[in-house]
């Protein structure tokens, strides 16, 4: 049996880590912000996040995808040793890894220009770059793992008896697929949709990010003492 002093240990750990995952949104969201009010010409009801980070400033868009990525592997972590009952499923740790995975792999591939930022570029590359083609590959784990996550913590907590938690997992699984798929439409400058592309792509990734901090912090209040 482990003594008491193991048991404060594992939990302060797995304390640490739950709150890495509750406040990765939050920072990824209060830095680009913060980036792009500063930003001349720069709109984000119609850019993507990820056009933070071309130009000069980039590497503070850069530097903001990697410590997500990370902040985002140790909540993963964090809700796997958590997993001491069925609302806790460690298959959603892993799917929140993958995120996490995800958003390092767009830190090391910068995104090509698309809707006209930077200025002078045009709306549409006709030809992709390499970097640009990769960092867009990586994007698919955060914007399709996420919603994945939310899927399995939604059957667990129904499982659980705990409906109100399951049926926010599942609407938000569902709120954020949709909103990416109208995003990618956006993007790809569907008429109807271009100028909300930025707005679309910020619902997507506030929806997952928004509940993987509800659920880090509802796993860090439920943590055996």
Known sequence: MR???TRQR????????????????????????????????????????????????????????????????????????????????????????????GLLGSAAFVTDPVS??????????????????????????????LPAAEAVYAAAFWRGGRRGWALYSAGSSAAMLAAFGLASAAFAQTPALVKFGGLLQRVAVGSGFGWLTAVAVDALRRLPE
């Open 116 to 145: 006209g930022y930077p200025p002078g570029t045009p709306d549409l590359l006709t030809e992709r770059t390499t970097p640009g083609l990769l960092h867009d590959l990586f994007g698919v784990p955060t914007f399709l793992g």
């Open 10 to 101: 594992t939990r302060a750990v797995t304390s640490a880590l739950l709150g890495c995952g509750a406040v990765a949104g939050p920072i990824f969201f209060g830095t680009a912000s913060t980036e792009g009010a500063v930003r001349p010409d720069y709109h984000p009801m119609r850019h993507p996040v990820s056009s933070l980070a071309l130009g000069s400033r980039g590497g503070i868009q850069t530097t903001n995808f990697a410590v997500t990525g990370l902040l985002m592997l140790a909540g993963a972590l964090g809700l796997s040793r958590a997993a001491a009952d069925t609302a806790r499923p460690r298959s959603g740790s892993a799917f929140l890894a993958a995120a996490g995975v």
């Open 3 to 5: 003594s008491n002093a």
